[in-house]
């Protein structure tokens, strides 16, 4: 009887085991380590990794609930982990990670460390005009953005607008403001006066190891205020720009206490985060 009791419960710990590598991909979860580092990212599809890196692996916990622990691996940028056979790979480097399993390809894509008080971003690229932008969740993409500022010559790009609450109680428009991305296939010389209507000087900016050239503008009318900062990507073949366009009421023209100041320091920050995620991809086929 005894014996029976034996080899019934090896069997339950075989059997265990086995889903265990079915859902894990030949590795478990570590148990009673203390991590020496942990971080949370979010991912593409509201997808999360919870991260607990230890000396010579890490352990995940997805939001599909699966649960697995992987042993670093040789990885030439970055910090890679993956299983025996290669089945789930997870790959991070500084703030980004993302997941490959097998055949699927990538399973969780683009994912950011998750900040505090920062909301996660989305993606998105354009194979027509070669560049990859990222931006906050709560923005309107608009792929299908034209700049008319410019009579019968517009100019085509993509464009993200700033959400609703951003704008709520405050003098600032959601209708047009925002960040776009714009190019000028047939420009000989990639300045950012170029894209501005007025008669502006542009002026050479370097940040974080890119060149840009940087022209600005504002007017009003009506009791609007329009700015317009254009950073031109230096060398850019096409030439590339980023615009920040805001689009503010004047503050005086309402009655006291009925709104606030926009907070324009947050706003250009934000624009300045969307800025420096853009990467230009490949040659634009942009007409």
Known sequence: MIQKIV???????????AVGYYLYGDSLSSIGETPLNS???????????KADFYESKVALTLSDSRTMTLPQTISASGARYATESESVVFWN???????????QGETYSNCEIEV?????????????????IKYPKSYTLNADYQYLGFLKKPIKGVKVLIPATMATGT???????????????????????????????????TENGVSYSVATTSGAGAGNLYEEMVYAISG??????????????NIGNFEPG??????????????????ASLVVTATSTTQ
């Open 7 to 17: 080899i019934g419960v090896i069997g339950l710990i075989l059997v265990g085991a």
């Open 39 to 49: 971080a949370a990212f979010v991912c593409d599809q509201e997808k999360t990794i």
């Open 93 to 103: 480097k500084g703030d980004t990670a993302f997941i490959t399993e097998g055949a």
């Open 116 to 132: 505090p008080g920062q909301e996660p971003r989305s993606s998105y690229a354009s194979s027509t005009m070669g560049v990859s």
């Open 171 to 205: 003098n600032l428009s959601m209708n047009d403001t925002g960040v776009s991305i714009e190019q000028l296939p047939r420009a000989q010389s990639c300045t950012g006066d170029i894209f501005i209507v007025d008669n502006v000087k542009a002026a050479s900016v």
């Open 236 to 249: 850019s073949k096409p030439c590339t720009a980023v615009r920040y366009f805001i689009h503010s009421m």
């Open 258 to 275: 009925v709104v606030r100041e926009f907070d324009r320091m947050a706003l250009l920050a934000a624009f300045d985060k969307i800025r």
